[in-house]
Each structure stands twice: as structure tokens, then as C-alpha cells.
């Protein structure tokens, strides 16, 4: 082998080492922003747990399939926190994506199969406990898009712009909504609201 020849094979083994070390550092790199990643979405995602599995919950009418779909909301949500440019809108952002995996959960199962609502509230009423039971177990047999509204309106306490966003729904469209689910519950109740 001449000098030419070794000098090639040197060269090439070089290269092979540098591209092995520069495919190990993007890997640790990446482990390491995965890291970073996932604490970070538990930093942001710990004050909405429960209010966001409450929503998921209620809006399946506590199917057990409602844990199955939350852990997908929370793997989504981890999975393409790079894409939320602000931070600050983390809630409606986390919330969105659960109304889509409620929305793709109801595709997929076909029309909604109400089953009853008889377990206890996870946030404890304030005022008339019997009064807001019966109204949330009134609710649980709205429509799915009325029902997800309703829990979005009351229990997550959204503003009718903050559904809009979350939804897709035109801001009239939530009103709509909300006082459809508003005037079933009341006749429901029978005018006692």
C-alpha cells in the first residue's frame, strides 16, 4: 500500500470516528432536551390535571375509556409541546387538544351511548349541593358538543372566547350552544333555575 493509499484509508477512518461522535453528541443532545421537554411539560401541565381529566371524564360520561383518552390528551400534548409558541396559553392550548381527542374519541365509537351519571362530583359544589348534582347529572345526558361546552363554561370556568379558541367554534356558535344546554337543563328541572 502506498503512502497515497494510507493516507486515504486514515482520512476515512477520521471521518467514520467524527461522524460516530457526532452522532453520539446528537443523541445525547437529544436525550437531554427530552429531559428538559418532559419536565418542563409537567411544570406546566400540574395545575391542569384534574380540571382537564374532569373535563374528559364528564364529557364521556365517565366511560372507562375516559382514562385511556386523558393519558392520550397528556402523551399529545408532551409530544408536541415544541409547537406552543407561548407558554402563557399552555391552558387553552392543553384544552384544545383534549377537545380533539374527545371529538376523535366520539368519531371513532360512533354516536354518543349515554350511560348514567351517578358518581360523585370531583370538585364539591358550592351552594345547593343536591341542585348543582342534579344539574350536572342533566348535563351528562346533553349532547356531547352541548355537554363539552357546558363543562368548559362551568367547571373549567373558560370565558365564551377562551371555548371558541379551544373549540374552532365561531364565539355565536358557543353562545348557541351553551344556551341550548342551558334551556334542556331548565326544562329538564322544570323551570327551577
Known amino acids: 500500500m502506498g503512502m497515497r ?77 415544541h409547537s406552543l409558541r407561548d407558554r402563557e396559553s399552555f391552558r387553552q392550548w392543553i384544552f384544545s387538544i383534549a377537545h380533539n381527542e374527545i371529538k376523535r374519541y366520539y368519531r371513532r365509537r360512533g354516536r354518543d351511548s349515554s350511560t348514567p351519571f351517578d358518581e360523585a ?20 345526558r346533553l349532547k356531547p358538543s352541548q355537554r363539552e361546552v357546558f363543562f368548559l363554561f362551568y367547571q373549567s370556568e373558560f370565558s365564551i372566547r377562551e371555548i371558541h379558541e379551544i373549540t374552532g367554534l365561531g364565539e355565536g356558535n358557543v353562545k348557541y350552544i351553551l344556551n341550548q344546554a342551558r334551556n334542556r337543563i331548565r326544562l329538564v328541572l322544570g323551570g327551577k333555575t
Open 5 to 81: 493509499e494510507l493516507e486515504a484509508v486514515a482520512l476515512n477512518d477520521m471521518r467514520k470516528e467524527n461522524v460516530i461522535a457526532l452522532v453520539r453528541d446528537k443523541w445525547l443532545s437529544l436525550l437531554k432536551g427530552r429531559a428538559i421537554a418532559r419536565d418542563e411539560f409537567a411544570r406546566l401541565a400540574q395545575p391542569f390535571k384534574r380540571p382537564l381529566y374532569n373535563l374528559v371524564a364528564k364529557s364521556l360520561n365517565f366511560s372507562e375509556d375516559a382514562e385511556d383518552v386523558y393519558q392520550e390528551v397528556m402523551m399529545r400534548g408532551f409530544k408536541y409541546l
Open 121 to 140: 362530583l370531583a370538585v364539591p359544589p358550592a351552594g345547593n349541593p343536591q341542585l348543582v348534582g342534579e344539574i350536572y347529572r342533566i348535563a351528562s
